[in-house]
Every structure is written in structure tokens, then in C-alpha cells.
């Protein structure tokens, strides 16, 4: 039996005696001739394919990808010509490769099958991560491409609708009564709403919002789940549902509700890891967009409060500023200046301009200090250095060096001009322009505010004759880089120059002239915050002239 | 000299003084690095630290904001903190026009500040 058979598969036993080894090989071997028929095969074959049977057609027991491998590489005549090739097939949930040898002289054909299920599931396993992967960047990508809230909320919405469930709600913390929903359905635009809703009619949604440890996203039976918690639209019934938190940097940016029906409702591993990761990404994205709001927000809101005022005459005297903030973003900068008339229409009124050292939040909140210290100090502004002492003390403290310097102007309307007592704390000294075009430097000096423990200040004395003006700036004029080579300063010399040609001209044009040349000088580089007020006592005005007097604080 | 050591802030030890050079442009893209240097003069085993700043021809208000604060951090600390020259226009009108010449020890020279450490042993 044993010898017939091996002369029917023509396997002959060699001199080292492993011919008959096959039969045990692990692997299945099967043994067919030209025609198709089985002529033997080992014990795994007989395991791994029950329907084959010696001296029956292949096909009867063999998957059809291997009788069709077969019929193919014997349909040549001129076995073997062809070097035979291996195909690949599956049976019974296990994965194989075939490879043929020949033997008995080309009349038969030897398959040997490797199962190889472990490898092919771990190159599908490979396949998928790398298609997650490339999706998770993806779905980073759009996520992060914008810092709108809603915007970032309906990616949120739209990408969970699409890649892990049929639908997604999208829930953000309420900022109010209501609770902020974003309706994701596959293959429509996300949908905002504001729903009165109880965040404990959905299990799990409370936590998954206060930002607990995230428990494992198990898919919860839909009973009871409350209609807002579907989105409109959405058709048949809910089968499955689950809730992801969203985990932002320290607090958290919402949860998902994630709504799956029919044949999807189960959910592997692999998508569980995947839906953490997006939760991730998604999170980290709304949290970026909601922080940015706020901060916008802020900004939005002290940069109205600081809004320079226009500023028009007071006792006939023009006062005209101009503001033009660093291009670095919405950041409020430091630059600020007010004017306030006199008390009774005939008290001296009080110019200020000032910068700030820094930017952002601290620097806005010394500016606001800074102003509304003055603001109250208003009766002690006939003299200037005790001011100035004042409020060096009340903004002086050991907890940080940030300082101010800042210019105060008073001016009194005289019959035939106006008196102007100028003085700067740590400023750079105003310049006077004169009816005949000469520029003057104010002789004041003086120390900046809010570090040394005592001030020190020289005030300038000066009249302003009809047509003659005073310029305050900050030095984000002077140190305006430009020129031919960029990197040129605008300089103390440049603007005199300047102001040569701004004699009898009104303040408002003063300010314009000298704004659009610093503009011209810089182009399109980068530069500090710049603002300047001009002081212009008109040629023509009287005293008496009527009066538009504007209670004014202006500051980018 | 490379371009590295025209554009940065170098601190080195000079006998009993820490020498912190500052470069031509000390403006508010060098003060973080200004600022990292001078704390680190406050680590070191040194009598005094000394602000060279005979190179410097632009200074503005955020330089300034860090020397008012590395000098008052040396004061918190004892340890003297000298700011020295020859100084150019723009350094000398800094301190000038924000009138805070007189909260440094402002010394003619580097040689005459570090000098001046060494007599002092």
C-alpha cells in the first residue's frame, strides 16, 4: 500500500530516506495530476481541506482559487515549462499560500499550502494602523487649520459622523443655562444648537463633561436615550450609542456622543483606540479654539475701552493723536494717550502720552492703572512732579520691573497764545514747532515710573503763538527701522526735519504727515507700537471760539 | 570676530568679576537671552557682575526693563551690579532721557569695573 502509493505520487524514496517525510510535513500537501484528480495528499490536507479524497477531482474538496491555480498551470502542454507561481487563498477563515512543485516527470503536480493566517492578519493589522494613522493626521490637520470655535466644533462633528459612527453629537461645555450641541450626520453639514437639556439623561455624559479620568467608552443600549441626544435627520432606529470624553489641556473641551445602527453597532479594539486618539486631537483642537476666543474676547474688549477718542479742540486750542499698533497680532500693546479738559471750562487741560514697557495682558493691565491713576490724580496736575510722585508710588511695588514713561502736557489758554508746562517722565522730550518752521526740543526731563523708589523731573516751560504746535510721540517713532536697507532708524533727526514743513498747519494734518512718512520709512517691516498727539494752537482762533471739548482716552 | 559672537550675549568670569557682554543690538529680540545671562552671573561664585556694554549703539526699553530687573535682583541678592561703558549716544540717551542713570553704578570702563572688583579683594 505504502509502495503504491508512493509509485502513484512518484515521490520515490531517495538514499537518505525522507521521501515519505510529506505525509507528516505540518503544512497540507496535495498531490493532483494533469487532469485534476487527486491522487494523494498528507495527514494536514486531509485536516484543513475534509472534502478531498484520493482519486477525485480536486474540485470537489479544494477551494475553488486552488482548482482554478491548478487547471491554470496544467492547461499548458509543455509542462513544465512555465516556472510555476505561487497564488494566495483563503478557506475555512484561514489564510493560505500555494506553491507547486512537479513531479513524476511533469505529470503531476505537488501543492504545498502555507498557512500563513498569523502573518496576514498582521500585515491587515499594519494596513489598517497605517490607514488610522494617515487619518489621524488628517483629521490633526483639518482640526488645527483653523482657531474658530464653531468651525473647529463642525470638523469635530463632521469627521466623527464619517470615520467612527453613522452619527456624532458634539457637546461643549454651556457657558450658560443651555447646553452648546453640534449634530454630526454622515453626509450632511454639522448642525449648531443650544438644547435645554439634563446632561444626566445620557449615562456617562456628566462624567465624560467634568473632565474625569476617562472610563472605557463602552457602547451603551440606547434605551431612554433622549431625543436631543439625536441628531435631526438621523433615520432608523439608534442601536448602539457611546460617550467619549474630550480631555483638553486642564479642563475639558466637551464629550461625543457617538450613534451607530444595524450591522455597525459592534466596535473593535482597534476602533476604540482609534476613537481615543481622535478624542485626543479633537480635544486639544477645541480647547486651542475656545482659549483663543477667549483671549480674542479680552482683547476685544480693552482695545474698545481703550479706544482712542478723536480729539478735537478745547478752549481753541487742537489736540489731534494718532495710533498705529505693532502688526504683532491682537495683542494690546502699550501705547496710550488721553486728554482731559479742564474742570469749569477754564482750568488748565492735561495731555497725557505714555508707553508701557511690554505687551499682552500685564502690559494692558498697567496701562489701565496708569490711566485711571492719572484720571483721579487730575486735581494735583498743576504741578507735575508731585504727580508724577504719586503715581510712581501707587504703581510701584516689588513684584515685577515693568515700567512707564509717559509725557505731561498742561495747557492754558492765554489771550494771545497758549502756555504749555511739559513734562516727561522718562519720555523722550516733546518737540515744539514754531510759526516760522523752527523745531525746538522741550527742555524737560525726568525719570520713568513704576520702578525707582523716587522720581526726579525738570518741567518745560513755553508758549504756543497762533500757528505753532507741540508733538508728543513715542519712541515707536523714533525707533521705526526702514529706509532703503531696512534697518535704518527713523530718528530724532528725521522727524524734525519733518516737522520743519508741519508749521501752521492743523493737528490733525501734523499727525497724518508724520504717521504716513513713518509708514513710508517702514513699509512692510515689522515695528513697535507708535502713537503721537499733536497741540496746535490754530492762527486764527480766539480764545472764545466755541468749543467742542472732548473728554478723550485713547489707547490701542 | 564670527557673526555668533557680534549678535549675542556672551558672560565670562574676569577675575573676581562676571563679565556679561552685550552686543551692538540690544534690543527686544536680545532680552530674553540678556536676561538668561544675567541670572546666570547671580549663580557663579563672582564678587560682582559687570554689564559691558562699550559695544552696544542700540539699546531700547525692553534691554532697559531687563537691566532694572537684574539690578534689582543683585540688589536683593548683595551682590554689586555695574553697568559699564564707553557708552554710545543711544545707550547714554537711554538712560538720560529715562532718567534711571542714577539706579546703576555706571562705571567709565569695563577695565575700570572689573578693576575696581579686583582692588576691592
Known sequence: MENAEREATGLRDDADGVGGAWRDAPCPVVVADRAGTVAALNTAAAAAFPGLRPDTPLRRGAPPWLTAAHRALTASPDLPAPAPKSVRGSHAGRDFTAHATLTAGGRRVVWWLIDDSELSAAREALRGEREQAALLARASGELLSSLNERHCRETTARLSARYLADAAVLVSPGRGGGLPVTYGLRGADPVHAVVRADVRSVPGLTEALQGLPPTPSRWIPPDALPEWA????????????????????????????????????????????????????????????????????????????????????????????????????ERVGGDFYDVHPGAGGTADTLAVLGDVCGKGLDAAVLTGRIRNTLHALLPEADDHHRLLTLLNSALTTSRHTRFATLVLASVRRLPDGALLRLTS???????????????????????????????????????????????????????????????????????RRALTGCARLPAEAIVERV???????????????????????PPTTRPDDADRPTQGRLTP | MDDDQESTVIGERAGAAYVVRVPAEADHELAPDLQTVLDAALDTEAERTVVDLSRTDFADSTMLHVLLAAQRAHRGRGRPMVVAGPFGHTVHRLFEVTGTAGF??????????????????
Open chain 1, 230 to 329: 439625536v441628531p435631526p435627520g438621523f433615520e432608523g432606529p439608534v442601536d448602539s450609542v457611546a460617550v467619549i470624553p474630550l480631555p483638553g489641556p486642564g479642563v475639558p473641551a466637551g464629550a461625543l456622543i457617538l450613534l451607530r445602527r444595524g450591522a455597525n453597532r459592534s466596535s473593535s479594539d482597534r476602533e476604540e483606540v482609534f476613537a481615543r486618539l481622535f478624542a485626543v486631537r479633537a480635544g486639544a483642537a477645541l480647547a486651542a479654539a475656545r482659549m483663543y476666543a477667549e483671549q480674542a474676547g479680552i482683547t476685544a474688549t480693552l482695545m474698545h475701552e481703550l479706544l482712542p477718542p478723536r480729539l478735537r479742540a478745547v478752549q481753541g486750542v487742537e489736540y489731534a493723536g494718532g495710533y498705529r499698533p505693532s502688526g504683532s497680532g
Open chain 1, 425 to 495: 517722565a522718562g519720555h523722550p522730550p516733546p518737540l515744539i514747532v514754531r510759526a516760522d518752521g523752527a523745531v525746538e526740543e522741550a527742555a524737560t526731563h525726568g525719570s520713568l515710573i513704576g520702578v525707582l523708589p523716587a522720581v526726579h523731573s525738570t518741567t518745560a516751560t513755553t508758549k504756543l503763538a497762533p500757528g505753532e504746535s507741540c508733538l508728543l510721540f513715542t519712541d515707536g517713532i523714533t525707533e521705526a527701522r526702514g529706509g532703503p536697507l531696512g534697518d535704518t532708524l527713523f530718528g530724532t533727526g528725521r522727524l
Open chain 1, 515 to 537: 504717521q504716513t512718512l513713518v509708514a513710508d520709512w517702514v513699509g512692510p517691516r515689522p515695528h513697535d507700537d507708535m502713537a503721537l498727539t499733536a497741540i496746535t494752537l
Open chain 2, 104 to 121: 546703576f553704578e555706571l562705571a567709565e570702563t569695563t577695565h575700570a569695573a572689573t578693576g575696581a572688583a579686583d582692588r576691592d579683594r
